[in-house]
């Protein structure tokens, strides 16, 4: 048998999704939305503005959109964010305007935000949202995860472990949940579900047209 080496690679058009990822502080959720970014040159990170001071090493425009209080509240009146939460005394949000057209453009957009932002994407845009939950494997690890960074005092380390155990009760609200015991599998986890759902049926909005050709004949 003599195979076929005329078939053409048929690309289908489709709309970009969002892409969730949440955990408590230290459980994992940055380190692997990072590697993540790293393989993919299909999705792109949503820079979220933010009130929190930069920290050494961040970039404005590339880790956070730097803005003060006043400029923040301007941009949730003008409905300019997608999402907006308080998470430790400061304002995070998410704009809108570059997540719908690179959607548009099919191609796809990671969110590194918490539950309550979750909750306003699922009510602004459902269809578009696959969310994934990260869980550390114990509580202990969390707390060696958390001071392994040095980033924050002990009394920051000891507000966000008492704030990751109502996180946690949030699991059930995402469609995904990875436990981040090796992060080289979570990272690989997060790929198989993003591969997934880039093929599911309602996404592929040049399906339609593409059936009829076949039928035709074409």
């Known amino acids: ?48 503005a933010t009130t929190r001071p930069r920290r050494p090493g961040e970039v404005n425009g590339e880790d956070y959109i730097f803005v003060d209080k006043t400029s923040f509240d301007l941009m949730v009146n003008r409905r300019e964010l997608l999402e907006h939460a308080k998470v430790f005394d400061h304002y995070y949000g998410s704009p809108r305007a570059p997540v719908e057209l690179s959607l548009k453009n099919g191609h796809d957009v990671l969110f590194d935000i918490d539950w309550q932002g979750t909750q306003q994407l699922a009510e602004a845009a459902r269809g578009d949202l696959v969310s994934i939950f990260i869980l550390p494997p114990s509580t202990a690890e969390l707390d060696r995860r958390l001071h392994k960074r040095a980033q924050d005092s002990e009394l920051v380390i000891t507000e966000r472990m008492a704030r990751a155990a109502n996180e946690m009760t949030h699991w059930s609200e995402y469609d995904y949940v990875i436990v981040n015991s090796s992060f080289e599998e979570s990272v690989k986890q997060v790929q198989y579900i993003l591969n997934a759902e880039r093929l599911k049926r309602p996404r592929l909005v040049g399906l339609s047209d593409f059936v009829i050709r076949l039928r035709q004949g074409h």
Request: net charge positive; aromatic share 0%.
């Open 1 to 48: 048998m003599v195979a076929n080496t005329d078939i053409k690679k048929i690309e289908l058009t489709r709309r970009g999704l969002m892409l969730v990822l949440s955990s408590p502080s230290g459980a994992g959720k940055t380190s692997i939305s990072r590697e993540v970014l790293a393989r993919d040159e299909k999705i792109s990170l949503s820079i979220s």
